[in-house]
């Protein structure tokens, strides 16, 4: 099949460099505009961009799927599917009919649940213990359109949401390419999804990311590593400056620090929480780059009784 591929940041380059060694054709590329990024905000291209250009293959990067002439260029592309992997924008239901099987669209979880931009995250920090990936036909909904294929995927007990995301990227990736195979040959019927099991999963605010000590230790670890990488953990530090925090983990035995209380010790830091304390891995001052807690801890002199953030309550915990 004629391919035009949809997709914009790391995670979908494997499914990619899978349809680029596959037996169809990938014509061309869809992807974001360059953004800013980095300490400079200097205009960086995206990593599918990267790939697409690295293996001679044209690139479409408009600011909006409905500007002038975007429905021209992938008409005269005359593709056959146009598989998607976070590509970062809605496509406009004038499209949506446009490759003869559609746009196919490759999601991290398994549908209905998780449905929107943040599926590996939400799935982290609920505490699922599986989740997967699905292959389906855009619609005009949210994540809602038919499943072609899914695959599951155990989460781990120290899984962090990249953690996870790396594995389903590659796994997804076959996936892909498995699903428009059998749409080639013709093996392969669309299934509506199920209206029971529907959850959603939007994006992870900055402000949903900072800790909030007075819920569970399990809630926390949770939620400390489905923010993690983006938007990374924090909290406020004793100065009262923001504290980035790498995943932590819970420590059942210290069970007599209040919700944000510290207790530095020569090589650990642990940290009350509602129920019992969890231990510091990593932290990241402001200004300053990721670091051993208990080396933050003796550098900030930190005594004993020290609180991090401010203090919330419990409500929300899974």
Not at 15 to 28: C, F, K, Y
Not at 141 to 164: M, S, Y
Request: glycine fraction near 12%; aromatic fraction near 4%; proline fraction near 9%.
């Amino acid at each position: 099949m004629r391919l035009l591929f949809a997709g914009t940041p790391a995670p979908a380059v494997p499914s990619l460099r899978a349809l680029l060694a596959s037996r169809h054709e990938v014509v061309a590329v869809l992807t974001r505009p360059d953004a800013p990024a980095g300490r400079g905000r200097a205009p960086r291209t995206s990593p599918v961009r990267d790939v697409a250009e690295e293996a001679g293959v044209p690139v479409l990067t408009p600011a909006r799927l409905r500007d002038a002439g975007v429905a021209e260029q992938i008409a005269d592309l005359r593709v056959d599917a146009a598989p998607v992997v976070a590509y970062g924008a809605l496509v406009p239901p004038g499209l949506l009919d446009a490759p003869r099987y559609g746009w196919v669209n490759l999601h991290f979880s398994v549908l209905p649940a998780w449905r929107g931009a943040a599926p590996v995250q939400r799935a982290v920090m609920a505490g699922d213990e599986v989740t997967g990936a699905t292959t389906f036909r855009l619609d005009a909904g949210l994540d809602t359109g038919p499943v072609l294929g899914t695959l599951t995927e155990t989460v781990r007990a120290r899984d962090t949401a990249g953690d996870l995301l790396e594995r389903l990227s590659v796994a997804g990736a076959e996936l892909l390419v498995r699903t428009l195979d059998a749409l080639e040959d013709g093996v392969l019927a669309p299934v509506p999804q199920p209206a029971d099991g529907v959850s959603l999963a939007p994006k992870i605010t900055v402000e949903e990311a900072q800790v909030r000590w007075g819920l569970p230790a399990h809630a926390v670890d949770r939620l400390v590593r489905g923010v993690t990488p983006a938007p990374g953990a924090w909290t406020v530090g004793p100065d009262g400056a923001r504290l980035g925090l790498g995943p932590v983990r819970p420590a059942p035995e210290v069970d007599d620090l209040a919700p944000g209380q510290v207790r530095p010790g020569r090589r650990t830091v642990h940290v009350g929480t509602g129920t019992t304390a969890v231990l510091l891995d990593t932290v990241v001052p402001a200004g300053r780059r990721a670091m051993a807690a208990a080396d933050w801890a003796r550098g900030a002199r930190l005594q004993e009784g020290a609180v991090l953030g401010a203090v919330a309550a419990a409500g929300g915990a899974r």
